[in-house]
């Protein structure tokens, strides 16, 4: 494993926050009319099936990771040679810069559409992107305590949604078990890309103190996140009618608009504002391991690859200027998240299974010739 300065690394229970922090984010205030649409109201199984794939990845990743010795830029290097290790790195880089633009690009877009539709894009990306610069640049431990605040603040707006009980009628959930195994698997594959950032796993693996240990705390990390996908979904699917689900892009905000408290008229308002913390964590861990990866791959300053990508990110969400583009970005975006978690970690895995046992292999023949 690369070796990091201890007063870098954080707790193995930290990973618990630094999981869930990133799988939930922007797509919590829309998922439920994209996962619905194939396998109707039966999807919250396709939201359970996706999370124990989800759980699978995980393990994955953490056999790659303590058995390759940490860094993912090295492995790469020691499964497919220089050049392939040198393009899978590059494919990274890119993937988490491209996971930072599409959350932010798609949260200004709620914004925008909920609250301030004058309001231009390139003031908000700048403030995001300035505070995620002084996140980021403070270190790794200041961005994994802004991913636990990521967690434990919005939690109580997520416990809310308790208000729309009162008008929901669960019989929208019957008949159980009614869709084709197709339709199952389309949505799982919709519902996974939900569940999507886990992969950063790959690159702050190194900054864990006694990295091996953390692997049950990432697994109870990405258990939460499907549990409050599971809670979210059931309340949508009785709360809304199929019709109305499917003329619905934000399903979550709609429903926080019936909760009622004296002091605040239009909760959606509150909502959306104060979701802007959970989004800065999405950006501040993602650009972290873009950056990092950068670092490592180029051979610079952090704070410079920092700066560039920032700048990258920037420009990229102000020239997305219409939903269709919006749109655009996020469907390859969901592709290229697919293929990494579909056939990318999988490859990891089996490339290092094979070599793992290519090389014990050796020294049983070479313990035999002794």
Known sequence: MM????????????????????????????YQRVVAKFAGYDSWISVLF?????????????????????????????????????????????????????????????????????????????????????????????????????????????VLLVFPLQYSHFTNLLPVFDESIKDYIISTKSMMLSYLGFESLLVFYPFVKNAKTSEKYAHFGNFLTVLIYLTITIITFSFFSEEQLARNVWATLSMVKVVQVSFVERFDYFFVSFWCLVILTNIALSIWASSRLAKVVFKVRHHQMLILISG????????????????????????????????YIPLLFIASVIKNKKKKHDQMENSSAQ
């Open 3 to 30: 070796k990091i300065k201890e007063n870098f690394l954080v707790s193995p229970y930290l990973v618990f926050f630094l999981v869930h922090s990133i799988q939930v984010g922007v797509g919590v205030l829309g």
């Open 50 to 158: 996706a999370g124990m794939i989800i759980h699978i990845l995980i393990y994955m990743i953490y056999y790659v990771l303590n058995t390759g010795g940490g860094d993912i830029t090295s492995i790469h290097t020691k499964l497919f040679g220089k050049y392939i290790g040198t393009v899978f790195n590059l494919v990274l880089i890119l993937y988490f810069a491209v996971w930072t633009i599409t959350v932010l690009r798609t949260y200004i877009e709620v914004v925008q559409v909920w609250m301030f539709p004058t309001l231009e894009t390139w003031k908000i990306a700048s403030v995001f992107l300035l505070l995620t610069y002084y996140v980021v640049s403070a270190g790794f431990r200041t961005v994994t305590g802004v991913c636990f605040l990521g967690v434990v603040l919005p939690f109580g707006l997520i």
């Open 312 to 343: 990258v990110v920037l420009v990229v969400c102000v020239l997305l200027k219409t939903r269709f583009l919006i749109n655009l970005l996020n469907n390859y975006t969901n592709i290229l998240g697919f293929y990494m978690a579909a056939i």
